[in-house]
């Protein structure tokens, strides 16, 4: 007791740690699924690959954070979908190899540890791992009172999932003329928020709570709207076509993100007028005056997500997409022009 008096006077409360361990039990068993051992508060995470069959699996795995995203959440102190973005971003980085999500970790820092708010991060990661058919198998909270202001965090996360390997979605499968398949976003995601606070709070001082009629609801919300994950129509997808390339759209948008499941020397014409630009990103572009082609180049536009399919298979892909719930659409072709052409 004599040591734990002495940390809380360093400002690390262990009681509020036991209370987090228990009000996140709940959510935790919420995403078990095949393969997962053992239960949280092991010193590792167990996960029985043997158990799903796989003949010769190839593990991918993917590492990311929700980056200053964060800082609206905490503005508009809404916690509860932060933990949504932080799996979307790991789950459709390993979905772009083909790979299915087996297994999440999150670590989560705290400037002081209020377990009610850990409670709402945790619940949205065991929501996005439930999204995405992944368990939840262990994590850390940390708390760093000289890292962090008090109600400050950082959230960040890692997942593994498996392919097998002669279905490893790569470069070498694409060819010209492949049809280019759009999965909508559900809004700015989770990059580019650095720029969007800037324009938002720094350039036009707008409060996040300001209702604009092109969003039906204020901006902040429209920005806290969680990353879209694509894991269970994508796969499906993948089940049943042969898919030639995923690329995940996040930061760097369509310029950067599109080439990176392309073969050197390939690029992708994009038509803009067979997708929706959603509300959010009209609205950013009115507020910044940001040519559009910066535009494209740090935001997704609309489209999170893009898959590259034989011509005569997009039609039956679309179908799986919005049998899926997708919102989907051919938006382009590939050619043998390397980089990306928006027309």
């Not at 960040?156 to 002669?166: I, L, P, S, W």
């Not at 690329?247 to 392309?262: Q, S």
């Not at 929706?276 to 536009?301: A, C, G, H, T």
């Given at each position: 007791?004599?040591?734990s008096n ?14 987090v361990?228990s009000?996140?039990?709940k959510?935790?068993?919420?995403t ?14 167990l ?9 010769n699996?190839v593990?991918?795995s ?17 916690h ?5 973005d ?13 790979a299915k999500?087996?297994f999440?970790?999150?670590y989560v820092?705290?400037g002081?540890n209020h ?7 945790v619940k949205?990661v065991a929501?996005?791992?439930?999204m995405a ?8 909270t940390?708390e760093m ?8 965090y950082?959230v960040?996360?890692?997942?593994v999932g498996a ?17 280019v398949?759009g999965?909508a976003?559900?809004g700015?995601?989770s ?5 969007v606070?800037?324009?938002i709070?720094?350039?036009?001082n707008?409060?996040?709570n300001t209702?604009?009629d ?13 990353t879209?994950?694509?894991?269970r ?5 993948i089940?049943k076509i042969n898919?030639h ?5 996040t930061?760097?948008?369509f310029?950067?993100?599109?080439p990176r499941c392309l073969?050197?020397?390939?690029g992708i014409t994009?038509d803009?007028n067979?997708f929706e630009?959603l509300?959010i ?11 559009e082609k910066?535009?494209y180049n740090v935001f ?11 011509p005569q ?15 989907a ?15």
């Amino acid at each position: 007791m004599m040591m734990s008096n002495n940390y809380k006077a360093a400002g690390v409360d262990l009681e509020a740690g036991y209370e987090v361990v228990s009000r996140i039990k709940k959510h935790v068993k919420r995403t078990d699924r095949p393969g997962v051992m053992g239960s949280i508060g092991s010193f590792g995470g167990l996960f029985d690959l043997a158990s799903l069959n796989y003949k010769n699996p190839v593990l991918v795995s993917g590492t990311d954070g929700v980056g200053t995203k964060l800082k609206i959440a905490m503005m508009m102190n809404k916690h509860d979908t932060i933990g949504i973005d932080v799996v979307a971003m790991c789950v459709n980085d390993v979905l772009a190899q083909g790979a299915k999500p087996l297994f999440f970790l999150d670590y989560v820092a705290v400037g002081k540890n209020h377990p009610e708010v850990i409670e709402d991060i945790v619940k949205g990661v065991a929501d996005g791992c439930v999204m995405a058919n992944c368990a939840l198998i262990g994590g850390e909270t940390a708390e760093m009172p000289d890292m962090y202001d008090e109600d400050e965090y950082d959230v960040a996360g890692f997942t593994v999932g498996a392919v097998e390997k002669d279905q490893i979605i790569e470069p070498s499968r694409v060819k010209e003329n492949d049809v280019v398949i759009g999965l909508a976003s559900s809004g700015v995601h989770s990059n580019g928020f650095s720029l969007v606070r800037k324009i938002i709070m720094k350039d036009n001082n707008i409060d996040l709570n300001t209702y604009f009629d092109e969003l039906q609801g204020s901006i902040g919300a429209a920005l806290l709207t969680p990353t879209k994950i694509y894991v269970r129509s994508v796969s499906e997808l993948i089940d049943k076509i042969n898919v030639h390339g995923i690329a995940h759209i996040t930061g760097g948008g369509f310029y950067e993100n599109m080439p990176r499941c392309l073969q050197e020397g390939q690029g992708i014409t994009i038509d803009k007028n067979s997708f929706e630009v959603l509300p959010i990103f009209k609205v950013l572009q009115k507020l910044s005056n940001m040519d559009e082609k910066e535009m494209y180049n740090v935001f997704n536009m609309g489209i999170g997500m893009i898959v590259i399919v034989d011509p005569q298979d997009a039609k039956k892909a679309l179908e799986i997409l919005q049998s899926q719930g997708e919102k989907a659409n051919i938006i382009g072709k590939v050619t043998n022009k390397a980089g990306i052409e928006i027309i």
